[in-house]
């Protein structure tokens, strides 16, 4: 399965961006999806995940500003992210999991990331 994210780029503090993580391949079903982010020289961090049924747990630095949504008819996970901060900059990357098909086999995956800067 694979992943692939969008809407990464530079923005004010203060402002919003939009990214979009797209899944693709033989999927039979997903069910768990997040928002996770790797600053320079440090780990990567959880952001936000959301469930199958649609069960939703934030990072606490995030918590208010950033909202996280899946269209599951899509395969497609969304980050809504407001009020940025210059200690949100970091490659964002996206994480599924689920099963594929034909035989059920669980998938594990993680997208390539996609940039985000916040500067003045």
């Known amino acids: 399965v694979q992943l692939v994210e969008s809407g990464g780029g530079l923005v004010q503090p203060g402002g919003s961006l939009r990214l979009s993580c797209v899944a693709s391949?033989?999927?039979?079903?997903?069910?768990?999806m997040g928002w996770y982010r790797q600053a320079p020289g440090k780990q990567r961090d959880l952001v936000a995940t959301i469930n199958s049924g649609g069960s939703v747990h934030y990072a606490d630095s995030v918590k208010g500003r950033f909202t996280i949504s899946r269209d599951s008819a899509k395969n497609t996970l969304y980050l809504q992210m407001n009020s940025l901060k210059p200690e949100d900059t970091a490659v964002y990357y996206c994480?599924?999991?689920?099963?594929?098909?034909?035989?059920?086999?669980?998938?594990?995956?993680w997208g390539q990331g996609t940039q985000v800067a916040v500067s003045s």
């Open positions: 391949g033989r999927i039979l079903r997903i069910s768990g």
């Open positions: 994480h599924a999991d689920g099963n594929t098909l034909p035989y059920m086999i669980p998938f594990d995956s």
